[in-house]
């Protein structure tokens, strides 16, 4: 995804705006990343340069926690333990 499209994103939970931004591979575009709410503390993946921007209903477990788990060390400290959906236990 492009950095600018971070202008039009809101959270599609509580629609906060805007949203923290976290780079962690990055080409021409953002191949890997983080999108956070600061307002619910929902996360948001950037995989395969798309940011999946889904309510908590349509997301899953198995995909978002080994991508939790990956990138941890790159994560705010308050999202791996009390982020939302999926946190560390
Ligand atoms: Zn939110």
Sequence with gaps: M???LMDIL??????HHPLDLYVFKENEE???GLIVCSKCLRWYPIRDE????LPDELRKESEDMPFLK???DHFP???VFE??????K
């Design 30 to 32: 953002i191949e890997e």
């Design 50 to 53: 798309i940011p999946e921007m």
């Design 10 to 15: 809101a959270c599609p939970i509580d629609k």
């Design 83 to 88: 982020g939302k959906p999926f946190r560390l």
């Design 70 to 72: 990956k990138w941890k």
């Design 2 to 4: 492009k950095k600018r």
């Design 77 to 79: 400290q308050n999202i």
